[in-house]
């Protein structure tokens, strides 16, 4: 699966042309199909190797409003107003409350943390794009920190960096290609092991 046909591999998705959304293929972990919805919701549907797929919501491609398949659901309620965190600027720096529920029931509320580092150009497979680097620090102290490209453009994370290390870098795929690609995924996940 290294080797990616010429035209797909230089596509390079942009908000002003596609405006219902792009897949960015995670190889060798799977596809994610990102669409465009109302009310600066980003929808993101991961595709797994293993046939699994599960959905994210997001708000304008940078914080999960919700997550998980059906059945699994954790979703969550703002307590702050996150549109007054955009446009994000370098410099910028913001708190937010989130109630977090798994299956309905609330479980506790989350306090996030987001500082805008700097601006920056990244590569995605053939496609360069301009990005922010944005720190993200979890509440309670001790949990989890890191850094996202994040694209304005797309409103999507290029870029998930923990450890010095990018952990979703993927080439960008046209939708029209997705059924190819999930057939292509689903013989090499019935494939037999050599």
Known sequence: MANQDTSTALFCP???G?????VVSHLPAGLAEVRFMENDLTKVTRYRKSGNADDEILYMGLITLQSGST?????????????????????DEHEYEME????????????????????QRTKVGQCKYEVLSVGV?????????????????????VNVIAGGRALNKGAMFPLSELPFLLAKLQSHRLAPAA
Do not use: M, W
Request: include cysteine; glycine fraction near 8%.
């Open 18 to 22: 596609t405006a219902d959304g792009f």
């Open 100 to 119: 977090v529920a798994f299956s309905g029931k609330v479980q506790r509320v989350e306090k996030t943390a987001i500082k805008v580092h700097s601006r």
């Open 14 to 16: 942009s908000y002003e």
């Open 137 to 157: 620090t979890f509440d309670p102290p001790g949990s989890t920190s890191l850094y996202l490209n994040y694209c304005p453009d797309l409103r999507y994370i």
């Open 71 to 91: 059945g699994s659901e954790i979703t969550r309620r703002p307590l702050t107003d996150l549109a007054t965190l955009f446009p994000l600027e370098v410099g």
